[in-house]
């Protein structure tokens, strides 16, 4: 087939055209998810702030419906379609495979959107997103997710097929990068994720017709979770890649080890996505040995892979800095980091927020018995808004700011502005994780309207406490929809009205990726081992820090009714 | 640029893996050990586990049941709607029913004495969430939880519904008394 190869004088980086036109598309589509889904966060947000309460119940709950939905699906799959087509055909500069397919995909998943938003705003699907049956929506609204699992796999076949048509046309010698490798995993993630969708969302479906009588009510919640949890593990292993690739573009980084990093996003194929598990821990349908088994021997190994990157992407950074010659100290590469550029500031926020706030908040939460003190509450939303949103949304609002010059050949209006965006946004969404972490401990309860209750038959006053939280909670909510608003301006105002940029040398042939020069291999052997001593110092802290949350809640825990 | 690239050193695997870098790695793999023992340690010596033990049910058979055990033991009626409070005979079993939007009966507890609480809910899922305490557990329609609970203070404490269950899911507030 007929296409163009583009060279971007910026980066170097070569863009087929096919690839560049679906990235772009999914990409923007993606944003204006996120606009209906910002908006939908500030009238959630507008509504649990205690002194505010601005919407009547049922428009809150629909609201909420739409704000799962829009955030955590639409926003999610279509900036990591973008992100797939990169991984493969920008970096290995190849040919997209079947571009008609991968455009099936695309307008499935648009189709698909506007199906289940148009169910919710009907107002007969306030089923929240995670829609547990017998509660019922109406039948669009299971089809239109259907719609986007079956484009979002046909995206995820176009990604290993352009895998295989690099390799074919030998457009790269030797292994795939590291980055590709990580979107690797996420796509054969996203497999096994969408079947499982596949198997509890098509039965659904029916029984919203009335072809199917009853769906058990515990079944589903077992299925519904491996699609639910597995899909986080795709944002994981997505937004990891998007560290590797901001540490690789801005500071030459090379993985301290090729080996340790691949091994870590192999552990996320094989063991992540049995933690569905960690769901269901204060269910009555499971025994507690499947419980444990699942939520630990399956999750640490997890977790140990994300502890690893934890370790290996700053560490990439500070051995690249060191080179560089910035070895005063412990801290010297990361206090000359390029701290006013917005893709790393927002990258390097992404990953101290994911590690400190959501990854440690995800174990204590995922512990079977200390799950008792939080399911439900405001904590499991708190905890995460710190890695869905200040983990993979604000890996992936970082990166936008490079493809802006690079994929869109736009340059960035009001760079003032966003420089601070990833500040305003990743520190207001720490710390509204954080209050909201803090309602939950203290009891209040995740989607629910009234803190005062009113209409029930008693009565129950929360602690003073809960309502300081709650009103925290109002304030940094408010503070980090404008950080994301603002960050939507931005990029579509530069989309818009940014200077247009020189697009680079167009040429119908691709460029392969220049085989390893001797110059090369000597870099790569020569003088490799820089120490890391900085980075030792903060994973250190991350583990301390993680050890005394985990006994606080034991503690906590000890101090509860008995229950056997 | 490594990350983007493919490796310098085809033979990648073979690069040796630096100490530090091991040492995380095993600091990790050993946490983890640690965080799987917990647990176990918790079932055999703590005091809070979830119980175990559980059934199929329907909301037919469950609510029978549950009337009965009211029926047996309310000790008075509270509220305008006439809730019963229903004193659970200590070691004995008590029922409680999750529906749209209520939960079912009034249960009056004593301190340190325990208690086999059956949950189970009528329609969708609930969400027992027990306040000031803050014990949370899923109910679902079809099973019956048969949760084993000592309370370990007096007092007044709320039930708050803490899985969406529609437009009531807000004011679906319960009771337990413990004496
Ligand atoms: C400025 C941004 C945001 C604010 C202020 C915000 C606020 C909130 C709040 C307060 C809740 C809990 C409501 C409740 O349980 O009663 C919530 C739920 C949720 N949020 Fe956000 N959010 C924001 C952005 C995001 C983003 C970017 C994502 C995903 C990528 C996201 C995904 C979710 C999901 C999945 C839920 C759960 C909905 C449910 O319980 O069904 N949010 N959000
Ligand atoms: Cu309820």
Redo the contacts between chains.
């Keep these: 087939m007929a296409t163009t190869y583009r060279t971007c004088p910026i980066s170097g980086m070569q863009f087929e055209d096919q690839a560049e036109k679906l990235m772009r598309w999914n990409a923007v589509a993606g944003v204006l998810w996120l606009l209906v889904g910002g908006i939908t966060a500030l009238l959630v947000i507008l509504t649990r702030w205690p002194a505010i309460k601005l919407l009547p119940?049922?428009q809150f709950?629909l609201i909420l419906t739409a704000h799962g939905i829009d955030m955590l699906i639409l926003w999610i799959l279509f900036f990591e379609m973008a992100v797939l087509y990169f991984a493969s055909s920008v970096?290995l500069r190849c040919r997209i495979a079947t571009p008609k397919i991968a455009w099936l995909g695309f307008w499935l998943m648009v189709v698909g959107g506007i199906i289940t938003n148009v169910a919710i705003f009907q107002g007969e699907s306030s089923v929240?997103f995670t829609s547990?049956v017998?509660?019922q929506a109406q039948p669009h609204f299971y089809l239109g997710i259907i719609l986007v699992a079956v484009g979002a796999l046909l995206g995820t076949c176009v990604f290993f097929g352009t895998l295989v048509v690099a390799k074919k046309d030998k457009t790269?010698?030797?292994?795939?990068?590291?980055?590709?490798f990580g979107a690797l995993t996420a796509a054969i993630i996203a497999t096994f994720t969408i079947l499982s969708g596949a198997g509890i969302l098509i039965p659904t479906f029916f029984w919203s017709m009335g072809w199917i009588k009853e769906i058990?009510?515990?079944l589903y919640?077992m299925v519904w979770w491996g699609l639910g949890h597995s899909s986080q593990q795709i944002n994981v292993a997505a937004h990891v890649s998007v560290w590797?690739?901001t540490?690789?573009?801005l500071f030459?980084?090379?993985?301290?080890?090729?080996?340790?990093s691949r091994f870590a996003f192999l552990l996320y194929i094989l063991f992540l996505q049995l933690a569905s598990a960690h769901h269901?821990?204060?269910?009555?349908?499971m025994?507690?040995e499947w419980k444990?088994l699942n939520?630990?021997?399956f999750m640490?190994?997890a977790?140990?892979a994300s502890?690893?990157h934890g370790?290996?992407v700053p560490?990439?950074i500070e051995a690249a800095q060191r080179r560089r010659g910035f070895t005063n100290g412990m801290f010297e590469w990361l206090r000359k980091a390029p701290w006013g550029n917005p893709v790393f500031s927002g990258m390097f926020i992404s990953l101290v927020s994911f590690g400190f706030l959501g990854g440690i908040s995800g174990?204590v939460l995922g512990?079977?018995?200390i799950n008792?003190?939080?399911?439900?509450?405001f904590y499991v939303p708190g905890h995460f808004h710190t890695t869905v949103v200040s983990g993979t949304t604000l890996a992936f609002m970082s990166i936008t700011f490079l493809l802006v010059p690079v994929l869109f050949r736009r340059e960035l209006i009001l760079p003032k502005l966003c420089q601070i965006q990833p500040y305003l946004y990743g520190i207001s969404m720490g710390v509204l994780g954080l209050v909201m972490m803090g309602a939950g401990?203290?009891?209040v309860?995740?989607?629910?309207?009234?803190m005062a209750?009113?209409?029930?038959?008693?009565q129950?006053e929360?602690?003073g406490a809960a309502y300081l939280m709650m009103g925290l909670t109002g304030i940094f909510g408010v503070i980090a929809v404008i950080g994301g608003g603002l960050w939507i301006l931005l990029i579509v105002g530069s989309l818009l009205f940014g200077k247009k940029l020189d697009g680079g040398k167009v040429s119908d042939k691709p460029t392969p990726?220049p085989s390893?020069t001797q110059a090369?291999?000597a870099?790569?052997?020569g003088s490799d081992?820089v120490?890391?001593p900085g980075t030792?110092v903060l994973?250190l802290l991350l583990?301390v820090s993680?050890?005394l949350y985990?006994f606080v809640n034991?503690k906590y825990?000890?101090e509860?009714?008995?229950?056997? | 640029?490594?990350?983007?690239?493919?490796?310098?050193?085809?033979l990648?695997?073979k690069?040796p893996?630096?100490k530090?870098?091991w040492a995380?790695?095993a600091?990790?793999?050993v946490?983890?050990?640690i965080?799987?023992g917990?647990?176990?340690y918790?079932?055999i010596y703590?005091?809070?586990?979830?119980?175990?033990e559980?059934y199929k049910t329907t909301p037919e058979l469950f609510a029978a049941k549950a009337e009965k055990f009211i029926a047996e033991n309310t000790i008075r009626t509270e509220?305008d709607?006439d809730?019963p409070v229903v004193r659970v005979p200590p070691g004995g079993d008590g029922y409680l029913i999750a529906r749209l939007w209520?939960w079912y009966p009034i249960l009056e507890l004593e301190e340190g004495q325990?208690y086999k609480i059956h949950?189970s809910s009528m329609?969708?899922?609930h969400?027992f969430?027990?306040?000031?305490?803050?014990?949370?557990?899923?109910?679902?329609?079809?099973?019956?939880?048969v949760?084993?609970?000592?309370?370990?203070k007096k007092g007044t404490y709320?039930i708050?519904?803490?899985?969406?269950?529609?437009?009531?899911?807000?004011?679906?507030?319960?009771?337990i008394y413990v004496k």
């Design positions: 119940a049922d709950y970096l929240m547990y017998p509660m790269y010698e030797g292994s795939l990068p590291l980055v590709t058990d009510a515990q919640r590797y690739l540490a690789a573009v030459n980084a090379k993985p301290l080890s090729e080996k340790v269901l821990l204060s269910d009555p349908g025994s507690a444990v939520t630990s021997y640490y190994f977790v140990m502890m690893i370790f290996t560490g990439a174990v512990t079977e018995q008792m003190l939080m399911h439900n509450t401990t203290l009891g309860s995740r989607r629910h309207w009234d209750f009113s209409g029930a038959p008693f129950y929360w602690p990726i390893n090369a291999s870099v790569a052997h081992h120490p890391v030792v994973a583990f993680f050890v985990y034991w825990l000890s509860v009714w008995l229950l056997s | 640029m490594s990350a983007i690239l493919p490796p310098s050193d085809r990648w695997w690069q893996i630096d530090v870098e995380w790695i600091i990790a793999f946490w983890g050990m965080m799987f917990m647990m176990i918790w079932h703590g005091k809070q586990n979830l119980s175990n559980a509220t709607q809730i209520a325990t949950l329609d969708y899922n969400g969430s027990l306040q000031p305490v803050n014990i949370n557990i899923q109910v679902i329609p079809g099973y019956e939880h949760v084993k609970m000592t309370p370990t709320a708050v519904c803490n899985e969406f269950c529609g437009i009531g899911h807000s004011w679906m507030l319960g009771r």
